[in-house]
């Protein structure tokens, strides 16, 4: 079993910036594709951005592209998402998410096509 547990969420001006960390204890997630999602309060829990398990594959909701960058360090077990550039409409509870199932082709961004899920993160962005 992985755990996962978001942080570094919090309330941040329009135009600002915040980096986001996933850390993953029971287990190693080495060997796992990563993603980020996030929640708005009424609606559905949306793609963000997802990373393969060296790092070097990285895909991108279309909204978030150019602002918000994913990177891992296996060694500390750890996923990130830097958010620059926020905007209100960034607004939301963030969940990590791990693959465990084996995984091929094009990186998923398909929520239940992901294994684990952290507790969440809440961002607000204020205008």
């Known amino acids: 079993q992985v755990q996962l547990a978001e942080s570094g969420g919090g309330l941040v001006q329009a135009g600002g910036s915040l980096r986001l960390s996933c850390a993953a204890s029971g287990q190693t997630i080495s060997n796992y594709r990563m993603g980020w999602f996030r929640q708005a309060p009424g609606k559905e829990r949306d793609f963000v951005a997802a990373i393969n398990w060296s790092g070097g594959s990285t895909t991108y909701a279309d909204s978030v592209k150019g602002r918000f960058t994913i990177s891992r360090d296996n060694a500390k077990n750890t996923v990130y998402l830097q958010m620059n550039s926020l905007k209100p409409e960034d607004t939301a509870v963030y969940y990590c998410?791990?693959?465990?199932?084996?995984?091929?082709?094009?990186?998923?961004?398909?929520?239940?096509?992901?294994?684990?899920w952290g507790q969440g993160t809440q961002v607000t962005v204020s205008s």
């Open positions: 998410a791990a693959r465990s199932r084996p995984s091929y082709g094009s990186l998923s961004s398909r929520a239940n096509e992901y294994d684990y």
